[in-house]
């Protein structure tokens, strides 16, 4: 992976941890921009589309989860990587992070190694989405009446077409690249954050919960104590 390939917003109040992230980030190669609250970091979201974006919770004015939202309402950051990093680790609020369309949550504080090392897996595993399974052609893979656009991050149902965050958008090809499998719950956490991400165990039903918010409640189905499949509803 080169570094300097990729973008990063660093969104914080604290002008010093500002300055301690970048330096950090910068050694490594990464291209650094930062924002002092949310409303700037949309703006320079705007003007520099970043490949990943991350946020502080708790801000003047806007805070991180309000930021991610409408960050997140826009069609043309639909594939861009957010992660909050906080000095709040409860469960609920890494809950709300994730239902507003996160796709990590880092609890400070937090060594350099280690966050680079976040950083760099959240980047790395952010391209990967299964090349198996559905119906594939020219990246676009059907199955019932919902059609993936792989290149465009893109849902196509019912002749509509919506966009997902990343990580419910890679959840749900993982899903459909087997359909009727069974993934367990320790297989989805490997495959779509990795081994060396560390999520809470809601995680995983957020995101199934959100998706079928918008795909329909049919297609997912949950088997008690083991995982998810997915399903043709139409059959």
């Given at each position: 992976?080169?570094?300097?390939?990729?973008?990063?917003?660093?969104?914080?109040?604290?002008s010093d941890i500002l300055e301690f992230l970048s330096y950090n980030l910068k050694k490594e190669g990464f291209q650094v921009s930062t924002a002092g609250d949310g409303k700037e970091a949309i703006e320079k979201a705007k003007k520099l589309h970043p490949h990943l974006i991350i946020l502080d919770v708790m801000m003047p004015e806007m805070d991180g989860i309000e930021t991610c939202e409408k960050i997140r309402s826009l069609p043309e950051f639909s594939d861009v990587l957010i992660s909050f990093l906080t000095a709040r680790g409860e469960d609920y609020s890494?809950?709300?992070?994730?239902?507003?369309?996160?796709?990590?949550?880092?609890?400070?504080?937090?060594?350099?190694?280690?966050?680079?090392?976040?950083?760099?897996?959240?980047?790395?595993?952010?391209?990967?989405?299964?090349?198996?399974?559905?119906?594939?052609?020219?990246?676009?893979?059907?199955?019932?009446?919902?059609?993936?656009?792989?290149e465009r991050y893109l849902i196509i149902q019912d002749g509509k077409e919506f966009s997902l965050p990343?990580?419910?958008?890679?959840?749900?090809?993982?899903?459909?690249?087997?359909?009727?499998?069974?993934?367990?719950?320790?297989?989805?956490?490997?495959?779509?954050?990795?081994?060396?991400?560390?999520?809470?165990?809601?995680?995983?039903?957020?995101?199934?919960?959100?998706?079928?918010?918008k795909i329909g409640d049919d297609y997912i189905q949950t088997v008690k104590g083991v995982g998810y499949k997915f399903v043709d509803a139409a059959n």
């Open positions: 992976m080169e570094s300097s390939n990729y973008k990063i917003l660093l969104v914080d109040d604290e890494q809950i709300a992070g994730f239902e507003a369309g996160a796709d990590d949550y880092i609890s400070k504080p937090i060594k350099p190694k280690v966050f680079i090392s976040r950083v760099k897996a959240l980047l790395k595993r952010s391209g990967r989405v299964s090349e198996e399974g559905g119906n594939a052609s020219n990246g676009l893979i059907s199955i019932g009446n919902i059609s993936i656009d792989r990343r990580k419910e958008f890679e959840l749900l090809i993982l899903l459909v690249s087997r359909p009727q499998k069974v993934f367990t719950r320790d297989e989805i956490y490997s495959s779509i954050w990795g081994e060396k991400i560390i999520v809470g165990d809601r995680t995983i039903d957020v995101h199934i919960r959100k998706l079928r918010e």
